[in-house]
C-alpha cells in the first residue's frame, strides 16, 4: 500500500512512465528521463521551467 502511494508523488516521464532522475544545486533542477525521452528543467530563480520532449 505504501509504495502504491508513493508511485503517486513520483514524477514519471510521460513516454516510458519510468521515474525521473533529479539532479539539483542552489540555481536549477533538472529532471531526465534515464531513456532520453524526456527532460524538464527549473530554474527557482527565475520562476522559470522548461521542458523537451524527444
Known amino acids: 500500500m ?11 516521464c510521460p513516454d516510458c512512465s519510468e521515474p525521473l532522475v533529479a539532479e539539483s544545486d542552489h ?14 528543467e527549473t530554474y527557482f530563480h527565475l ?3 522548461i521542458i523537451y520532449h524527444s
Open 47 to 49: 520562476n522559470l521551467k
Open 27 to 40: 540555481l536549477h533542477c533538472m529532471k531526465s528521463c534515464p531513456n532520453q525521452h524526456y527532460k524538464e
Open 2 to 12: 505504501l509504495a502504491k502511494l508513493k508511485r503517486l508523488f513520483q514524477d514519471r
